[in-house]
Nanobody
Framework: QVQLVESGGGLVQTGGSLRLSCAAS?????VAWFRQAPGKEREFVAA????????YYTDSVKGRFTVSRDNSGNTVYLQMDNLKPEDTAVYYC????????????????????WGQGTQVTVSS
C-alpha cells in the first residue's frame, strides 16, 4: 500500500504562484493531480509517468502549471503560476501501481492511491 501526502496549498492572489508537493511512500508508475471545486466534479489537472512520454496537462492549465518529479521519483511537484480564481479547488494527488495506456491518465477511476487533498484558494 502506497501512501500519498500532499502539501503546499494556501491562499494566493490572482496572478500569484504556489507549488504543491506529493510525497509517496513507495514506488509508483504514474502520478497525477486532480482538483475538485465546490459543486463541481473532480477534474484531471496533470500527470507525469516515471518513464516514457509526458507529462500531460488539461488545456486550462497548459502554459501555467508544470508537473515534475524529483530524482528518486517519490516526490512529485505541481508548480502553479499565473493563478486564476477558477483554479480554486481542493487538489488531490493520485498514483498508479502499474503503467497503462496514456488515455487512462485522465480518468480518476484508473488510479490506485489517493492523497487527502490540499486546498488552493485564489482571490480576485
Amino acid at each position: 500500500q502506497v501512501q500519498l501526502v500532499e502539501s503546499g496549498g494556501g491562499l494566493v492572489q490572482t496572478g500569484g504562484s504556489l507549488r504543491l508537493s506529493c510525497a509517496a511512500s513507495g514506488r509508483t508508475s504514474v502520478v497525477a493531480w486532480f482538483r475538485q471545486a465546490p459543486g463541481k466534479e473532480r477534474e484531471f489537472v496533470a500527470a507525469i509517468p516515471w518513464s516514457g512520454a509526458g507529462p500531460y496537462y488539461t488545456d486550462s492549465v497548459k502554459g501555467r502549471f508544470t508537473v515534475s518529479r524529483d530524482n528518486s521519483g517519490n516526490t512529485v511537484y505541481l508548480q502553479m503560476d499565473n493563478l486564476k480564481p477558477e483554479d480554486t479547488a481542493v487538489y488531490y494527488c493520485a498514483a498508479k501501481r502499474t503503467y497503462s495506456s496514456p488515455s487512462s491518465y485522465y480518468r480518476g477511476q484508473s488510479y490506485d492511491y489517493w492523497g487527502q487533498g490540499t486546498q488552493v484558494t485564489v482571490s480576485s
